[in-house]
């Protein structure tokens, strides 16, 4: 094992103890592999303020590229970051390539016995796996069976992969459902190489990115022939999701859309992407969630990956998806216990590499050795993909054992046993010290024409001791990088264009997904919303914080539009409320910080905060930035507590601040393509209604508007400084209303709202065959027609009857735009549910 | 004896469905005793999709698919079924141990086929408790089918019948501790019963004749689908039994299909995207044309 000395403040690395485990760096006699020789020798130039230096950057950088994996706890969603020891793994050159044969093998063998469970079931017929492999295994799914038995199920394959006491590779585990990791590595990859100090690289470490490339040249194999250019889509569970950092990464990195179950449809026998501009059919699916939620019609669930129909569409071959539905069988441990006859039988070659030796309790040979053996053992499930509910028979008392061996009788086909693994040793850096971790590392292979290629390189995971492990990713106190070494000096290859290719120029992003487009929508909607309760709030704060706020003849239209608004209860939008004053005063910090306020101002930025996570992809990375931090500074405040309404004040005040720099993000970083119009179509949409609900609170029946109220008006559409340059300090009702509703060259006035919602209307895309307008032009046409129409006397009239009733109207048509929009281009989709036929008895 | 059956499933909402994805299974499989003589299906709106294809338990399946948006669908499932006499069993046939033997040996691919019926499924359970439950059915070499009689009989005279007691989703635990439910959840119990005794059970969706009372003209419409189970019994092949009604159908079970439980032969299932929760109403008629 490796320990720390730190001689003269330089990093060093020796052997300690030898004992039980395998140690990666070292051999026996305390000399560095050749693996490592190089790499070792250059650490003693490193000192330890430099390498903790770098350690602190690395993290920096994986926190800033939002590496972080969605960890549920009891209920609450908690985003833990992705850590990265910026010591290596290093294997030599021909080690390697016999891991490397060893893996490429183990998939095509993995590859034939899902084909052949979910086809011909040869191997079951002749005995060589029992059926209870397929039949009391939840993880087998009918509905899969003869899907179509082109090409290879297993188009990516990931392996777990340990090293024993006596050096040798061993599998623990098979990944084929839907591996993750690849892109972790990649990530690891890259950051490590930012990070590294300079006397630590090394040229002739192999590169990742040729095996991305033979990903992306699998996916485009699995078209067919006769599509040029396949269109592929990385299908993910959604942000909810452990891996979703990753599903975000690789589809960017690949150049795949990424979507959700609800951006796809089946239309007769395709699936299609619904996108801003229509239907795009699909060729190529890569599925990154359960496979059993796939086709809610065929399989039951409502997952957010799911498309109802899909697996009609598969069967009758005109959409691919991989890994191919059914890949995940191979994950039952029990298959491990046949792969060596497996391998004779489909291969007619024996194993390269070794599993874990397992043992399955269905058989009775296999059972007697297990009761004889229980102490080396590990004993698990044999149906479900291991990594869980591990019971370590070298821990069990006599009472324990007796109780366990009591379980696997009661249903011996349940239970394999496999051997314990004393994890092989690998130096850490953590903390500034140098201390002894124990590895497991993930590998990867992707199919290609006949075989499979594996990634030179993986995920080192490492723990403190070198007991089992949970063998999900994002198990393990942290990762590393694994390096292959060369014997050449390794050219530079990525999947990102050479720098000097020339582009044909784009003004568009390929494809805008309908999901997107309604999530941007509600973020536009919610960021305006927000801006405007914050100065409603501190113009109703500021007018309770005088010291004789009774007197405040303007505070009852102003409370009036807060309850109007839904931000605090109705019963306080009373005109006779002043007895209620300091009650009010008093209630109003709690009316503000509730979230369950539905049109509140904290579930305006929990909205907020929401849709710019998943969208994140769509806004500049300072964008989400500035919204992540802005919700999580005004989020914790409220939830905190306010006690008085200064602290509201103190709070909503940073509020306004924070909100305009989002605003600002938005308007000076977002291209003027449909993402940003469906957006700025939500705050334009937003903001006209809000700024009419708040005239309308203001309005009173019988007389003119009173000057205070005027002047709050002006304060709360934030016009103050223009109406002064205007008009000095003459307060008259027609130029304060001409500034908020029919002004056009005013960016908050109404007028100014629907003319830009008129430009974002002729900008959606629309079936040009029809010679009428379509429904969402002529309500917008309505409302432009609406206020253009108020005239000068209109806005003196005193009481302003006849614009209150414009602004009625104004409404309704604003509001049904909206909703013909979301109808026609944004929400197609929604959850599906499930309906079944009941039985009723005959009598 | 021919019979002619309506089967009616009709789901209305408030609001429009925009899209729903459905499945059925209402076409009577053909077997050693039942001819489908001719079965179609009417489907109201007209489907924007339909397909059909033989499951995974050789069962005939539709796929119907609604992209225009409706208020209500409605299913109609006719069929013409000829049903002969059940053969006579040998009772004195093989001991239930031989038959359980050879299926989990599973040499033949009659008992491979039949092991599959023999594990858990997501409706039937299997516990040492259910298991106990048959034993006083199953003294040592006695023939399976009079074991198989007399669990049943057992069963009827322990569980009692009731439309209230249960949904369409009771686990058979529940079943079991109430000792009530209705025929769906009395095939689901026995079939737990039986599996957990080491013998295979699969679930059969259908339809029952049924006769007015004495003195009443027969109602048209009145009649509903029906469930029972079907146990292999080696050399016997697979000998269906009616647990809510205690007996072995003959000449009045005319059969749709068969799976491991309800769940893979619901005979209408779906999903469906928008509207509200769709009300469901089903109407059977099962007439005699032929005695």
């Known amino acids: ?843 | 004896m021919k019979y002619r059956i309506v089967h009616e499933t009709r789901y209305s909402s408030a609001e429009p469905i925009s899209v729903g994805h459905n499945e059925a299974w209402l076409t009577p499989r053909t077997t050693g005793t039942q001819r489908c003589l001719d079965h179609h299906l009417e489907i109201e709106p007209t489907p924007s999709m339909f397909s059909s294809r033989v499951d995974y338990f050789g069962n005939l399946m539709s796929q119907f698919v609604f992209n225009q948006g409706y208020h209500t669908m409605s299913v109609k499932s006719v069929s013409e079924v000829e049903l002969s006499p059940a053969p006579d069993l040998d009772e004195t046939g093989p001991a239930w141990e031989e038959v359980r033997e050879s299926v989990l040996a599973h040499q033949t691919s009659e008992d491979l086929e039949a092991y599959e019926y023999c594990f858990e499924s997501p409706r039937c359970r299997l516990t040492p408790e259910f298991g106990e439950y048959c034993r006083e059915s199953f003294p040592p070499g006695r023939p399976i089918v009079e074991g198989l009689r007399d669990l049943m009989e057992r069963f009827f005279e322990d569980f009692e019948n009731d439309p209230n007691a249960t949904n369409v989703s009771t686990p058979v635990d529940q079943v079991f501790r109430q000792r009530r439910g209705v025929c769906q959840d009395f095939a689901h119990m026995m079939i737990s019963m039986v599996r957990s005794w080491g013998l295979a059970a699969r679930y059969v969706s259908g339809y029952l004749r049924t006769y007015p009372p004495p003195g009443k003209p027969r109602l048209v419409g009145a009649d509903a689908s029906h469930a029972w189970l079907s146990v292999y019994c080696g050399p016997l092949g697979w000998v269906d039994l009616d647990p809510t009604n205690n007996l072995l159908p003959n000449l009045e079970h005319v059969t749709i299909g068969w799976g491991r439980d309800y769940g893979d032969v619901a005979p209408v299932k779906g999903v469906y995207i928008g509207g509200s929760s769709p009300r469901l109403s089903v109407s059977v008629d099962m007439a005699v044309v032929e005695e």
């Open chain 1, 1 to 843: 094992m490796s320990t720390l000395t730190q001689t003269d403040g330089f990093v060093s690395v020796t052997r300690s103890a030898p004992g039980h485990v395998y140690d990666e760096a070292y051999d026996r006699e305390g000399k560095p592999r050749a693996a490592w020789g190089k790499f070792l020798e250059s650490l003693k130039q490193v000192s330890n303020s430099e390498l903790t230096h770098r350690s602190e950057q690395a993290e920096l950088q994986l926190l800033e590229n939002g590496v972080t994996f969605n960890v549920f706890q009891e209920g609450e969603q908690l985003q833990r970051p992705w850590r990265l020891d910026l010591l290596p793994v290093i294997v030599g050159a021909d080690e390697w390539s016999s891991v490397t044969d060893g893996l490429r093998q183990r998939a095509r063998l993995l590859d034939l016995v899902v084909r052949d469970c979910y086809h011909e079931r040869r191997m079951i017929r002749e005995g060589v796996l029992p059926p209870e492999v397929l039949f009391a295994n939840p993880g087998f799914i009918r509905a899969f069976v003869g899907l179509n038995s082109q090409g290879p199920a297993i188009t990516s394959y990931a392996a777990e992969l340990a090293r024993g006491a006596n050096g040798e590779w061993r599998v623990m585990a098979d990944r084929a459902e839907a591996p993750a990791g690849a892109a972790f590595a990649l990530e690891n990859r890259i950051v490590a190489s930012r990070t590294l100090p300079g006397v630590l690289h090394d040229k002739h470490v192999e590169r990742l990115a040729p095996f991305f490339l033979e990903v992306q040249n699998s996916l485009k194999r699995l078209a067919g022939r006769q599509t040029e250019n396949p269109r592929i889509v990385l299908l993910s569970p959604g942000a909810a999701y452990p891996y979703y950092f990753e599903d975000v990464y690789l589809a960017r990195y690949l150049g795949y859309t990424l979507v959700e179950g609800a951006d796809l449809a089946v239309r007769d026998d395709r699936v299609f992407l619904k996108t801003l501009a229509g239907l795009l059919p699909i060729d190529v699916i890569v599925s990154r969630g359960v496979e059993r939620w796939l086709d809610p019609l065929e399989l039951g669930g409502s997952e957010p990956h799911g498309v109802p129909g899909l697996l009609r569409v598969i069967r009758e071959g005109k959409v691919k998806v991989a890994n191919r539905p059914g890949s995940g069988l191979i994950e039952s441990p029990i298959f491990m216990a046949f792969l060596p006859q497996l391998c004779r039988q489909l291969l007619g070659e024996e194993m390269l590499l070794s599993s874990i030796p397992t043992w399955w309790c269905g058989d009775g040979e296999h059972f007697d050795y297990v009761k004889e053996h229980l102490k080396e053992l590990v004993i698990k499930p044999a149906f479900q993909a291991s990594g869980n509910d591990e019971i370590i028979g070298m821990r069990l008392g006599a009472a324990g054992k007796q109780e366990l061996l009591e379980r696997i009788a009661s249903a011996p086909h349940q239970y394999v046993a496999q051997e314990l693994i004393a994890r092989s040793a690998v130096p850490v850096y953590h903390d500034g010290r140098v201390k002894t971790g124990h590895m497991a590392v993930r590998t990867f292979a992707v199919a290609t024409e006949n075989d499979y290629s594996v990634m030179p390189g993986g995920l080192v995971r490492v723990a403190a001791t070198a007991d089992p492990m949970v063998l999900s990713i994002s198990a393990g106190e942290g990762s590393k990088d694994l390096w292959v070494l060369a014997k050449e000096e390794v050219q530079p290859v990525s999947l990102l264009a050479a720098e000097g290719t020339p582009v044909p120029l784009r003004r568009t992003s390929a494809v805008f997904p309908s999901r997107v487009a309604d999530d941007l929508f509600w973020f536009g909607q919610s960021l305006d919303r927000a801006d405007f309760l914050c100065r409603l709030l501190r113009a109703v704060i500021d007018r309770l914080s005088t010291e004789s706020a009774n007197e405040v003849t303007e505070l009852p239209s102003l409370i009036r539009a807060l309850a109007d608004q839904g931000q605090i209860e109705p019963a306080f939008a009373i005109d006779a409320f002043s007895p209620q004053m300091p009650n009010f005063t008093d209630e109003l910090p709690r009316m503000i910080s509730n979230p369950d306020e539905t049109r509140g101002l904290v579930a305006a930025i929990s909205e907020l905060h929401r849709l710019a996570s998943l969208e994140r992809l769509w806004m500049s990375p300072d964008t989400f930035r500035q919204v992540r931090a802005t919700a999580a500074v005004f989020l914790s405040s409220a939830e905190n507590g306010w006690t008085s309404i200064v602290d509201v004040s103190e709070a909503v005040n940073h509020l306004i601040l924070e909100l305009a720099a989002i605003s600002g993000l938005v308007h000076d970083g977002m291209v003027r393509g449909p993402a940003w119009r469906v957006l700025d179509f939500g705050r334009r949409v937003e903001r006209a209604r809000d700024t009419i609900s708040l005239l309308k609170s203001t309005f009173s029946e019988q007389q003119n508007i009173a000057r205070p109220v005027l002047k709050a008006l002006l304060e709360v559409i934030d016009c103050r400084m223009t109406y002064r340059s205007r008009y000095l300090d003459n307060l008259q009702q027609n130029a304060v209303l001409d500034l908020c509703i029919t002004d056009e060259t005013c960016p908050r006035s109404i007028a100014f709202q629907i003319a830009m919602l008129v430009e974002h209307v002729d900008a959606l895309p629309s079936e040009t065959a029809s010679l009428l307008r379509s429904e969402e032009k002529r309500a917008v046409m309505a409302a432009s027609h609406l206020v253009r129409m108020i005239s000068a006397e209109q806005l003196e009239e005193r009481p302003a009857e006849e614009v209150a009733n414009t602004l009625v109207n104004l409404d309704v048509h604003l509001k049904s735009l909206s909703e013909i929009v979301t109808r026609k281009y944004l929400l197609h989709s929604g959850v599906p549910r499930q309906i079944t036929s009941e039985l009723e008895l005959t009598q």
